[in-house]
């Protein structure tokens, strides 16, 4: 069984200081074991870490980012390779959805020419009819009508731009898939939706997932295992259903509080 490994993953940001820079710290010294099949949401507010510890995971940093820490899939160091050889691993082995879809997507493509473009990268042996059959096929498993195929992004709403984005990454079966908050975007009803969509996925293919989210709903309608983020670190780690019922640190106290809107002693709202 494949397995992804995180082993004392840090990341600084380099920024301007009066002329020169520095290094801001983003993540520092995470670590966590996901299998094949396995669920792991990681929790926090904006500005916890928990996007970069996505983008580090499949190696998208930008270059001002200083790294440390391993990163391995299966027996391939991912945080070793170059550029050419992540292309290989990206999407084949895993896959990323990212918080946007609108931009993720190409404006001036049809999502159909999209998805079929990207099963062809993966798999070179695919002919093109081939590849815009199985692109057809992809997007309607996912709830997406034939006639969806040639729109362009900005015809579907954002559930739908949603599933077309999930389409372009799950096309190559790759065996593990982060998730950078699917759900961000969208009203309640396409959120619902698209967590069931994500639900369904991942259990019938038996991914390997990661959900990045601030929302302790969907962390909990999708993930086993949590780990909860402050100020770059883990704070809190365990099965999502005591974690979020009975947590011990005093910082993910207070964000599961501020999540469910409980009120204070003085009937005030709990802020972070």
């Given amino acids: 069984m494949t397995t992804l490994s995180v082993?004392?993953?840090?990341?600084?940001?380099?920024?301007?200081?009066?002329?020169?820079?520095?290094?801001?710290?983003a993540v520092r010294d995470v670590s966590f074991e996901l299998a094949e099949g396995q669920t792991l949401g990681i929790l926090g507010e904006t500005g916890s870490g928990k996007s970069t510890v996505g983008s580090a995971i499949i190696q998208l940093l930008p270059r001002t980012a200083r790294v440390s820490g391993q990163v391995v899939l299966g027996s391939a160091e991912l945080s070793a390779m170059n550029e050419t050889?992540?292309?290989?691993v990206r999407g084949a082995d895993i896959g990323m959805i990212f918080q946007d879809?609108?931009?993720a997507l190409n404006p001036v493509r049809t999502i159909g020419s999209q998805i079929a473009d990207t099963a062809r990268t993966h798999d070179s042996s695919l002919?093109?009819?081939?590849?815009?059959?199985?692109?057809k096929e992809t997007l309607e498993s996912l709830g997406l009508a034939g006639e969806r195929f040639g729109a362009y992004p900005h015809q579907l709403s954002g559930g739908m731009r949603q599933r077309a984005l999930i389409a372009t990454v799950v096309i190559a079966s790759p065996g593990f898939l982060i998730a950078d908050e699917p759900t961000s975007d969208l009203d309640k009803l396409s959120e619902r939706q698209i967590v069931l969509l994500l639900k369904h996925l991942q259990e019938k293919r038996g991914l390997g997932f990661v959900v990045i989210s601030h929302d302790m709903r969907v962390i909990s309608a999708l993930c086993s295992t949590v780990a909860i983020m402050h100020q770059g670190e883990i704070v809190e780690f365990g099965p999502t259903d005591e974690v979020l019922s009975n947590p011990s640190d005093?910082?993910?106290k207070r964000l599961?509080?501020?999540s469910r809107r409980e009120k204070d002693s003085h009937g005030r709202l709990v802020v972070l």
């Avoid at 840090?10 to 820079?21: A, E, W």
């Avoid at 050889?85 to 290989?88: A, T």
């Avoid at 002919?127 to 692109?135: F, G, M, N, Q, V």
Wanted: positive net charge; aromatic residues 10%.
């Fill in 7 to 25: 082993r004392n993953l840090t990341v600084d940001y380099r920024v301007d200081d009066r002329g020169g820079f520095r290094y801001a710290n």
């Fill in 85 to 88: 050889q992540l292309q290989q």
């Fill in 101 to 103: 879809p609108a931009g």
């Fill in 127 to 135: 002919s093109r009819s081939a590849a815009i059959e199985l692109a």
């Fill in 250 to 252: 005093a910082y993910a």
């Fill in 256 to 258: 599961l509080r501020a």
